[in-house]
C-alpha cells in the first residue's frame, strides 16, 4: 500500500512531503480495504486509582446510573462499556505502582532490577510485549490493513525520566516505548516540522503546487477528502501556534524533580494531542495509539479545578478525607472529560472513504495502574470502554469477580480477529477472552 502511493507520487512528479496527503484516499487504497471496515484502539491511561463509590455504577446490565466521575460520558452512555472486578493478578517484582503500569497492557511479571519502589522489591521493564504492540504487529503484517506508523504512543506531562513508572507500552520484553508528549514533535511526526513557528509558516506553503496536481489527478471523492485533509492541518497548525503564545496568568512555581513546569498548560496539552490523534486517524497514519497522562504515581496539581494539592499526595488520604475524596473525584471527572472529548471529536469526524464516523469503527479503552490510591489494590484496575468493536455490546455494565484482565487483553485482540488463545502470563488466559458479546 506504501510502495503504490510512494508509484503514484512520482508518476505525477511529486514531492515525497505530499505522502500523508494521499494516506487516506480510498482510490489509492490497498485493494482488499476497499469496502471493508476499518478498526481503531486507543488506551487512555490516568493514574493513582480512582474513588470508588463516585465512579462505578450500581447497577449492571443495560440500565445504568452514570456516577459523578464518569457523567461526562452521558452523551455516549450508549456506546460505554463499563468493567468492574477485571484485576491485575500479575504478582512478582515490584511495588503496585510499578506491577500495575508496567503489567497493565502486557500482562506479564516485571524483570528483576534495580529501580525501587515503595517497602517491596525493586525491578525492571516488564518482559513482554504489550497489547497495542501485537496488535500493531498483526495489523501491520498484512497489506490489507497496514498504515505509515502502525502506532502512534501519544502523552500528556509524562516525565522525560525513563523508568517502570513513566512507560506502559512495550514493543517486546525490556523494549518499552516512549511516548510523545509535545504537540509539536508529533505534529513533526505526522506531517514535518512547521516551516516557522513565530511567523505561522504552514508545512503546506511548499506543497502548494505538489497539491494542486493531486486535486487534478485524484477522483472527485478524493478531492473533497484532500480539501478536508489540508484544511484541518492548517487549522491545526495555527492551534499550536496559539498554543504557544498563551500566557498561563502567573509564573509557574518549581516542581518536584521529574512532573514538568507545563503543568498548568495541561488542558491546553490535553486538546491539542486528542486533535492530533483524530488527525492521524482520520488520515489513516495508525489504527492503535496510546494516550497516556503524567505516569504511575501521578502528581500533576489540577490548579485549573481548584486543586492545589499533587494527585498522587491526595490518592494517599484515607476515605475519611472527605475533601481529599471530592477532589479526587473531580480528577477524574477531568480525565473522564477527556476521555469524553476524543470520543466527540471522533463522533464528528466522518470515515474517510466508508461511512458513519470515526468513534463507530474505534474503541477508546480508559485505564489506571489501581484500582484505589490509598489502598494500592489491583484488583477492580478502572476499565472503561467507549466507542464500538467487533465482538463488544456496548451500552452495558459488568460487574465480574476477579477476573484477570489477561482475558480482556485477549478480546482486545480478537476484535482485530487476531486470535490469540494466551497473553502475557498464560495462567491467567484458561478461560479465553471475556464474553462481553
Known amino acids: 500500500m506504501q510502495n503504490t502511493r510512494r508509484d503514484f507520487l512520482r508518476e505525477l512528479g511529486l514531492s515525497a512531503a505530499a505522502l500523508p496527503f494521499l494516506a487516506n484516499l480510498p482510490s489509492l487504497a490497498h485493494a482488499q480495504t476497499l469496502g471493508k471496515r476499518k478498526q481503531r484502539l486507543v488506551v487512555l491511561f490516568s493514574p493513582d486509582g480512582i474513588v470508588p463509590n463516585t465512579f462505578w455504577p450500581d447497577e449492571v446490565g443495560e440500565n445504568f446510573t452514570l456516577k459523578e466521575s464518569l457523567t461526562p460520558l452521558e452523551p455516549f452512555k450508549k456506546n460505554t462499556l463499563i468493567l468492574n472486578g477485571v484485576c491485575d493478578r500479575v504478582r512478582g517484582d515490584g511495588d503496585s505502582h510499578m506491577r500495575g503500569i508496567g503489567c497493565l497492557l502486557t500482562g506479564v511479571e516485571l524483570f528483576p532490577g534495580n529501580v525501587q519502589g515503595g517497602s517491596d522489591t525493586p ?10 504492540q501485537e496488535i500493531k504487529n498483526f495489523l501491520q503484517a498484512s497489506p490489507a490493513t497496514r498504515t505509515r506508523f502502525g502506532s502512534l504512543e501519544m502523552g500528556v506531562m509524562v516525565p522525560e525520566r525513563a523508568d517502570t513508572w513513566t512507560r506502559m507500552s512495550y514493543a517486546g520484553a525490556n523494549k518499552p516505548i516512549s511516548p510523545i508528549d509535545d504537540p509539536y514533535q508529533m505534529f513533526a511526526k505526522l506531517y514535518g516540522r512547521l516551516k516557522d513557528q513565530q511567523s505561522l509558516k504552514s508545512v503546506l506553503d511548499d506543497l502548494k503546487a505538489d497539491l494542486e496536481t493531486l486535486r487534478k489527478s485524484v477522483s472527485a471523492q478524493d478531492r473533497q477528502i484532500l480539501e478536508e485533509h489540508t484544511a484541518l492541518v492548517r487549522d491545526l497548525e495555527k492551534e499550536l501556534q496559539a498554543a504557544s503564545k498563551v500566557d498561563v496568568g502567573h509564573p509557574v512555581p518549581p516542581l518536584e524533580p521529574g512532573v514538568r513546569r507545563d503543568n498548568d498548560a495541561m488542558p491546553q496539552l490535553s486538546k491539542l494531542q486528542i486533535d492530533l490523534l483524530v488527525r492521524s486517524f482520520s488520515a489513516d497514519f495508525a489504527r492503535v495509539a496510546t494516550f497516556q497522562y503524567t505516569n504511575s504515581v501521578g502528581q500533576a496539581r489540577m490548579r485549573w479545578l481548584g ?6 499526595d491526595l490518592s494517599h488520604e484515607p476515605d475519611t478525607n472527605k475533601d481529599a475524596q471530592e477532589k479526587l473525584t473531580k480528577i477524574n471527572k477531568w480525565y473522564c472529560e477527556q476521555l469524553a472529548y476524543l470520543a466527540k471529536r471522533l463522533a464528528e469526524t466522518p470515515e474517510p472513504g466508508g461511512t458513519g ?12 495502574e489501581l484500582g484505589k490510591g490509598n489502598s494500592h489494590t489491583l484488583d477492580n484496575i478502572p476499565f472503561v470502554c467507549v466507542g464500538n468493536m467487533p465482538g463488544l455490546t456496548m451500552g452495558r455494565s459488568y460487574k465480574f469477580t476477579r477476573v484477570p484482565h489477561n482475558r480482556l487483553l485477549l478480546s482486545l485482540a480478537h476484535g482485530f480477529d487476531h486470535k490469540i488463545t494466551k497473553f502475557g502470563n498464560p495462567d491467567f488466559c484458561g478461560e479465553g477472552p471475556l464474553n462481553l458479546s
Open 123 to 132: 525491578a525492571g521493564w516488564s518482559s513482554g510485549i504489550s497489547i497495542d
Open 307 to 312: 486543586i492545589q494539592e499533587g494527585q498522587h
Open 357 to 368: 464516523s470515526l468513534l463507530d469503527n474505534t474503541l477508546i479503552v480508559w485505564t489506571n
